[in-house]
């Protein structure tokens, strides 16, 4: 949260900073003694444009995060020449976009209403297409973050199961923006025991694995706390011009 940011402008500069990402997810996890294997690297490129794109597909990226359904499906359909790209939507979702999603979206790591899931389901069915989707908590307590109060999680992952279209594979959550590491780690480490209790308690319970937890400036934290997902942009692409209020707007 200090570091400033350098912008990533080259296929070098983007190697590196992936390279040197990747060597800290490494430490982390030999610190929490956890395999690299079980921790995934998703490169988060709202605001970055096609060129950058392409370089960082160039340095080996084969995902992508965004966190706008519009940024994201334009992005796609600009970039539907490299068919192993896959898109993974991180941002809060109205209805109304759901049919754009459910085009091109390999996954969804923000749902937290049933009538997205609803939609979701109901457009992906149409085009015969399956969606990876997590569920998104709210774990700071602040009220201008999106997703479900924990004590909800339950109740909503056990009406999952009437969308077929929609693969639960776990939880996700934006921890409080903050320097305080036990405040932050704490919102983690409700994430982890929320997916504990839900493995008990859940129908789909054996297949929620995945803990989509940690950006550029808690990712270490995250991963010691169990993330399997750590979605990263700053510190791979550069500070962002746009502040992320713009992103994390207050749920309307
Ligand atoms: C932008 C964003 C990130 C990445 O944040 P950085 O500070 O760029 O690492 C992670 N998750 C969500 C939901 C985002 O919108």
């Not at 759901?98 to 790591?109: D, G, L």
């Not at 109740?155 to 932050?184: C, I, K, N, W, Y």
């Not at 308690?201 to 995945?210: F, K, L, S, W, Y």
């Not at 791979?236 to 713009?246: E, K, L, M, N, W």
């Amino acid at each position: 949260m200090s570091t400033p940011f350098e912008t990533a402008l080259t296929l070098q500069d983007l190697q590196h900073n992936i390279g040197r990402i990747q060597a800290r997810i490494d430490a982390a996890c030999e610190r929490a003694g956890r395999s690299p294997q079980t921790v995934r690297l998703l490169p988060v490129s709202k605001t970055v444009d096609e060129a950058r794109l392409r370089l960082a597909y160039a340095a080996g990226c084969r995902a992508l995060g965004e966190n706008k359904v519009q940024e994201a499906h334009a992005k796609w359909q600009a970039m539907s020449d490299l068919s192993d790209l896959r898109w993974c939507l991180i941002g809060h979702l109205q209805t109304n976009k759901a049919r754009q999603v459910a085009q091109f979206a390999s996954e969804f790591h923000a749902l937290d209403n049933l009538r997205v899931a609803e939609e979701l389901d109901r457009r992906l069915q149409a085009l015969g297409r399956g969606l990876d989707v997590l569920v998104q908590v709210n774990t700071s307590g602040e009220a201008s973050k999106f997703g479900l109060e924990p004590a909800q999680a339950l109740d909503f992952m056990r009406q999952l199961p009437a969308f077929s279209a929609l693969r639960v594979r776990g939880l996700m959550t934006l921890a409080l923006h903050s320097d305080d590491e036990p405040r932050v780690r704490s919102c983690f480490a409700m994430l982890r025991g929320l997916r504990e209790q839900l493995r008990e308690a859940a129908p789909q319970g054996a297949e929620i694995a995945e803990l989509s937890m940690g950006m550029s400036g808690d990712f270490e934290w995250a991963i010691e706390e169990g993330a399997s997902v750590v979605r990263i942009g700053q510190a791979i692409f550069g500070a962002r011009a746009t502040p992320d209020s713009q992103y994390w707007p207050a749920p309307g």
